[in-house]
Structure formats: structure tokens, C-alpha cells
């Protein structure tokens, strides 16, 4: 199984950033996937979640309206869109899936996510 983030970076306030997921290993299409980020003395927070068949995404309140979750299940890849980004968006970004069956709709729990990446560094400069 692999769960590869990419994508982070350093960008200024305002600026954009697309974070990628790659996974292999696993039905993909059988599993919500979800981004979660976890800033420096923080604890991890989810980010937005995405059911297996791409209904009703989910955001978390500080994010929507900037970010979009998509996913393309022939490719088994999922993407986070960021824009009119913030310096309180610095964070290790997570990508992380967990089985539809365990889960409804677009619900990705933390913890209970099933496979997690390593994380892609996202820095915001004001």
C-alpha cells in the first residue's frame, strides 16, 4: 500500500498551491480519502473529505471557499486545490483514506483513517 503526498511548498499570502495524492495498493475507489494538516505544536485536524463515488465533499470551516477536494478514481489520485492561501494554513499536509463501508458519505475520522502519507509541507510567508 502507498499514500504519496506532493505538492507543499512556500508561497506568499494570497497565492495558491495544489497538493496531489498518489495511491497504489488498495481499491481506491472503494475508499473516502480525506486531507489533514497539522501545524507546528498543534494537533493533526482533518481538512476536507471526500466520499469514494466524489458526493458532497466536505470542508472544514476555515477552509471552505478557498479549497477544493476532487478526486479521480481511474487514476486513483486525490487533489487539494488551495487558494487565497493564509499564513494559518502552515502546515504538514496529510493525505489519508479509509474505507467507504466503515464511514458515511464523506466522513473521514481521525483516528480511523485506514492508510495515511507521509505528509508535504505547506508554508504560508505573510
Known amino acids: 500500500v502507498q499514500v504519496a503526498e506532493s505538492g507543499g511548498g512556500l508561497v506568499q499570502a494570497g497565492e495558491s498551491l495544489r497538493l496531489s495524492c498518489a495511491t497504489s495498493g488498495f481499491g481506491f475507489g472503494y475508499y473516502a480519502a480525506g486531507w489533514f494538516r497539522q501545524a507546528p505544536g498543534k494537533e493533526r485536524e482533518g481538512v476536507s473529505c471526500i466520499s469514494a463515488s466524489g458526493d458532497s465533499p466536505y470542508y472544514a470551516e476555515s477552509v471552505k471557499g478557498r479549497f477544493t477536494i476532487s478526486r479521480d478514481n481511474a487514476l486513483k489520485t486525490v487533489t487539494l486545490q488551495m487558494n487565497n492561501l493564509k499564513p494559518e494554513d502552515t502546515a504538514v499536509y496529510y493525505c489519508?483514506?479509509?474505507?467507504?463501508?466503515?464511514?458515511?458519505?464523506?466522513?473521514?475520522?481521525?483516528?480511523?483513517?485506514?492508510?495515511w502519507g507521509k505528509g508535504t509541507p505547506v508554508t504560508v510567508s505573510s
Open positions: 489519508a483514506v479509509v474505507h467507504q463501508e466503515k464511514v458515511g458519505g464523506s466522513t473521514c475520522p481521525h483516528p480511523g483513517m485506514d492508510y
